[in-house]
């Protein structure tokens, strides 16, 4: 059974190449026939890991192919993920799988709401990876990607695809839980990069702004019942801002090439779930809102 890949960017090509060199059948999705025409030009998808670039004939396709799709992989950007699973859903099999591997949340609910019946995977990926031009993409940073299903714990059978193409999985029986931590951490330190314009690691300059977040967003996650995401959040922060000292977060470099941020399956998701919970949460709000503006004056989208 062959894997689709729709969002042959970044995390989409850093999959779609390993599952390939391993063998595993796997197709690419691309936006139109001019995008096609251009992939078939460049002869495949270039992977660069430690400074070796290997390039990989990957099968492509664009949005008019009528075949069915029976195993998806969604790596598009939160913000595109809906109007992207529209184009393919009437191709969807009916045992369908998809794979979700938006940062963020609020994406997943609207991808599943439009494939009533279908399989839904979310994941949560700390591996980095980033293009250095087109169809070439720099696996940047090992990491690791939890994968789970909300509603069926049952671990699906293609695990072991992603084994063969060794990429770093767990199946997580609660990967809510993993992607609310994941919005914790990147709500407490993207958005400080951003409005302080600087590395993670000159966060400690701003530790009462982080400390304010923390013990919010240690509320909002109690509050959304997701007391063990709540578990040390704290710690795990600075832990984290130590570990990625002199990196820029993803929402900083976002910001700093002009691109559309992903704010609202972020610091926006939280506001308004803390909004549900019936919850004051003043600095997360008022962050928000600095962000919102900071979107403003660069000309980058509020959503
Ligand atoms: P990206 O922008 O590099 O790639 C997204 C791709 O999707 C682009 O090529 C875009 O053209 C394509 N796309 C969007 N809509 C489409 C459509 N309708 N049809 C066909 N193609 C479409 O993004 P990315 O960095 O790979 O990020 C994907 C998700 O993974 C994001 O939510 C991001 O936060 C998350 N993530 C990324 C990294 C990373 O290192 N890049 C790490 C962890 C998580
Ligand atoms: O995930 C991150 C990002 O930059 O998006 C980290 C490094 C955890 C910072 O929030």
Not at 174 to 191: E, Q, S, T, V
Not at 211 to 230: D, F, K, M, P, Y
Request: a negative charge; one cysteine or more; hydrophobic letters at 45%.
């Amino acid at each position: 059974m062959s894997w689709h890949v729709l969002g042959a960017g970044s995390l989409g090509s850093l999959w779609a190449t390993r599952l390939f060199r391993a063998g595993v059948p796997v197709q690419l999705v691309l936006r139109n026939p001019q995008r096609l025409a251009a992939y078939l030009q460049a002869g495949g998808l270039t992977l660069v890991e430690q400074g070796q670039s290997e390039r990989y004939a990957i099968a492509a396709s664009d949005l008019s192919d009528p075949a069915p799709i029976a195993r998806l992989l969604l790596a598009c950007k939160a913000y595109d993920a809906v109007e992207a699973i529209a184009a393919v859903a009437h191709r969807l099999a009916p045992e369908a799988e998809v794979i979700l591997l938006q940062n963020g949340l609020g994406s997943q609910d609207e991808v599943a709401q439009q494939l009533p019946g279908r399989r839904c995977l979310p994941a949560s990926s700390t591996e980095g990876a980033f293009r250095d031009g087109d169809w070439r993409v720099v696996f940047a940073g090992q990491g690791h990607t939890w994968i789970g299903d909300p509603i069926d714990v049952t671990p699906p059978t293609w695990l072991s695809d992603l084994q063969r193409g060794q990429i770093p999985h767990t199946w997580s029986p609660d990967i809510l839980g993993r992607l609310w931590r994941k919005l914790a951490l990147n709500c407490a330190i993207n958005p400080l990069t951003v409005l302080h314009s600087c590395r993670n690691g000159e966060l400690v300059r701003h530790s009462d702004e982080v400390e304010a977040l923390c013990a919010e967003l240690v509320a909002l996650l109690i509050g959304s019942g997701q007391a063990e995401a709540a578990r040390d959040l704290r710690h795990e922060v600075w832990r984290v801002i130590e570990a990625t000292a002199a990196n820029y977060s993803s929402m900083y470099q976002d910001v700093a090439s002009a691109r559309r941020t992903e704010i609202s399956y972020l610091l926006g998701y939280a506001c308004a779930a803390a909004e549900q919970a019936a919850l004051q949460l003043p600095h997360l709000q008022a962050v928000h809102q600095r962000l919102l503006a900071h979107l403003d004056r660069h000309g980058l989208p509020r959503h």
